[in-house]
C-alpha cells in the first residue's frame, strides 16, 4: 500500500518541477585558521561574525542577511573526508559593487595582493581580483556597458 502511494506521488511530480525553496544562500571554506580568515572578510568586506566555536566561524554580512560565509579547520572531523586537509583551489567568490574603481583603490591601499589588474571586459564587466586567505580569489566587479562589436561577434548585435 505505500509503494503504491509513493508511486502515486513521484508520478504527479517531476523532479523538473520541484524547486527547492532554500532561506540562506551559504558557502563555507576550508580554513587553516577559521577566525582569522573571518576576521579578514570582516575587515575588508563587512561581515559580521555570528558563531565562532574555533574550528568553524559563521559571518553574515550586515546588508545581505541572507548571505552566509562560514570557515571551517580544514582537518576537522565535519569536513569530508576526500578533501579533508587540503588547500582551497579554483574557488572565486566575486562581489558586484557600485564603484568598482573606488573598490580597488581601498582594497589595494589596504596592502591587499591584487593578483589579477582592474580591467574592463567587453563583455560587460570591469573587475579586479585579490587573493584572499586560505586559498580564495576574490573578485569585485561592476557591470559596465558591452562593447557592441563584442556583442555582435558573439550573436548579441542587432
Known amino acids: 500500500m505505500i ?12 523532479y523538473r518541477e520541484v524547486r527547492m525553496k532554500f532561506t540562506l544562500v551559504g558557502m563555507a571554506v576550508a580554513a ?11 575587515e575588508h568586506f563587512g561581515f559580521v ?22 570557515f571551517v579547520q580544514r582537518d ?15 574557488t572565486l567568490l566575486a562581489f558586484l559593487v557600485a564603484d568598482v574603481d573606488a573598490e580597488y583603490a581601498r582594497l589595494s591601499e589596504a596592502g591587499l595582493e591584487v593578483v589579477k589588474s582592474l580591467v574592463t571586459e567587453p563583455w560587460g564587466q570591469r573587475r579586479f581580483q585579490i587573493a584572499g ?26
Open 32 to 42: 587553516t585558521t577559521p577566525a582569522t580568515s573571518a576576521a579578514w572578510f570582516a
Open 49 to 70: 561574525v555570528g558563531i565562532d566555536l574555533g574550528w568553524y566561524v559563521n559571518t553574515q554580512h550586515g546588508e545581505h542577511p541572507n548571505l552566509s560565509l562560514d
Open 3 to 14: 509503494h503504491i502511494v509513493l508511486s502515486a506521488i513521484v508520478e504527479k511530480q517531476s
Open 76 to 90: 576537522h572531523e565535519s569536513w569530508p573526508e576526500a578533501t579533508r586537509g587540503k588547500n582551497v583551489v579554483g
Open 133 to 158: 586567505p586560505d586559498g580564495l580569489l576574490v573578485e569585485v566587479l561592476q557591470t559596465v556597458a558591452p562593447d557592441p562589436q563584442w556583442l555582435a561577434d558573439n550573436g548579441f548585435g542587432a
